[in-house]
C-alpha cells in the first residue's frame, strides 16, 4: 500500500501543474449547474467570476510550474524534461491570455463550461509535452480535442457556429484514428507502448528498420498530426471554422493545436533530453523529413497564394496559420536533419541555429502575434456586428486610432518586418535552414524567404485598408469597451516588441531543450 502512494505522488509530482488545472475543471464543472437556474438564466456577471477563476487557477499552475526545476525525470507514462518544462511555461501564459479573449465571448450562463473546456485544452496540451508513452500521449491529443468541440459550440448557437463546429468535429475524429491507426502499427512493429523504450528497440536494431509497418506507421502520423498543424492537404477546415467560430475560439485554433501537433511529433521523433546517449534517434526520421519537406513547401505556397484571395479577415487569419505552421515546419525539419547526421556521424554536428530551437522560438512569436491580432478584433468590434470582411476596418485609424495602430504592429510581425519578434522569428528559421549544409534544406530557406515575401503583401494590405481608406460605417453607436482583449493586446504587444530588443532571455535558454 505504502508503495502504491509513494508511486502516485511521483507520478503526479511530474504532471503537478495540469493536476491543478484538471482539479479546477472538476470543479466548475460540478460547481456551474448550481448557480443556473431551470430556464437557463444565470446572476449578471457571473461570467467575470469563472474567468477571474480560470486566471486564478492559471497563476497557481505556473506558481508549481515555476517551482519545478527543468531536470529530467521519467516515471511510467510521463517524462520531465527541458522541452516539458518549456512547453508548460509556454501554455500557461497563452492560457492566461485565453482567458482574457474569451471573457466576455461566452454569456452568463455558458461561461463555466467554456472556461473549463479551454482549461481541459491546456492541461491536455501540457500531457502531450510530458507523455512518455503511446497511450498516454493519445489520450493527451483527445484531452485536446475533445473539450474543443464544446469550446467552439458554447459562446454561440447560430448556425455559422454550428457548422464550424461540425466540421472541426467530423475532421478532427477522422483526423485521431489515423493517429490511432499509426500507432497501433508503432507497436506493431516495436512490441511496446513506451517511448523510450521505442527509441531504444530502433537504436539497438530490435526495431527492425526495414520493417514496412515502420513506413506506415510514419506516414499515418504525420497525416493525423498534420491535421492539428493545419498543414497542406489536411488545412481545408480551417478557413471555415475560423469564419464561424467566435473570436477566441479561432484565436485558440490558431495557436494551441499548433503546439500539440509539433510536441507530439518532437516526443514521437527525437528522444526525450538527458536520454541515454546510445538512445539517440529511431528509423521514423530518415522517412519522416523528405515527406515533411514537401508538406511545409506545399504548406507555405498555399497558404500564402490563398491569403492573396480573402476579402473576409477571418479567413485571411486562416490562410495565414497555414503558412505559419509550413515555417516552423522548416525548423522541425532542419532539427530532425540534424539529430540524424549526428546519430550517423556519432558526433556532434556543427550548426549555427539550432532548427527545433527556432521553432519553438517562433512557437512562442506566432503565440503573441496571432492573439494579439485576434484581442484587436475582439476589441474593436461591436455588440451588434463584429469584424468579418476587411472592409469593417476600413478608416480604423480613424476611429480607434490606438487599435489600429497596435493591430499594424502585430501585421508586421506576422509579416516579419523590423522591429518585431516576427522578423528575429523568421530569420532565425531562415539561418538554421541555410546553416544545416545540404541542398535541401537550403532550398528550403529559400522557399521560406520568397513565402515571407508573399505573406507581406496581404498584411501590408490590410494596413493599407485601415490608414488609406474612409470608413464604411459611420454609425454613432458607441463601440463597449472590451478591457479583458485590451489587456490581452498590451501583454502580446509588449512581448511581440521585447522579444526583438530583448530576445536573449527566451532564446539562451530555448537552444539547450534539444541542441
Known sequence: MNEAIQQLNSAISLIAPDAILLAAVCLIFFAAPFLVNERGEAPAGLRHRWGSLSLLTLIIAACVWWQSPPVTRTFGPFVLDELTWYIRGLTLAFGAILVLL????????????????????????????????????????????????????LPRRDAPAQEATLKYFLLSIFSSAIVLFGMSYLYGATGTTNLSAIHAAFSTGHGQTANPLVAVATVMLIAGLGFRLTAVPFHFYAPDVFQGAPASGAAMLSLVPKIAGFVALLRLMVPATGADEAVTSWTMMPAATPLLWWLAVATMFVGNLMALMQTDIRRLLAYSSVSHAGYMLVGLIVGLEHEIHKDVLNRPVVQSVSGIGAMLFYLAVYGAMTLGAFAVLIAASRSDKRIETL???????????????????????????????????????FFAAWSQGNESNKWLAVVLAINAALGAWYYLKVIGVMFLREPVDRSEQPVPTETPSLIAAGICLAGTLGLFFLPGWLWVPIQSIMP
Open 102 to 153: 474569451h471573457w466576455n465571448q461566452a454569456d452568463d450562463a455558458r461561461s463555466a463550461e467554456s472556461h473549463a473546456c479551454l482549461l481541459a485544452i491546456l492541461a491536455g496540451v501540457n500531457l502531450i509535452a510530458a507523455a512518455n508513452d503511446l497511450v498516454g500521449l493519445f489520450v493527451a491529443l483527445e484531452l485536446v480535442s475533445i473539450p474543443t468541440y464544446l469550446f467552439l459550440l
Open 391 to 429: 472592409d469593417d476596418l476600413s478608416g480604423l485609424s480613424r476611429t480607434r486610432p490606438a487599435l489600429a495602430l497596435v493591430f499594424s504592429v502585430f501585421l508586421f510581425s506576422l509579416a516579419g518586418l523590423p522591429p518585431t519578434a516576427g522578423f528575429l522569428g523568421k530569420l532565425n528559421l
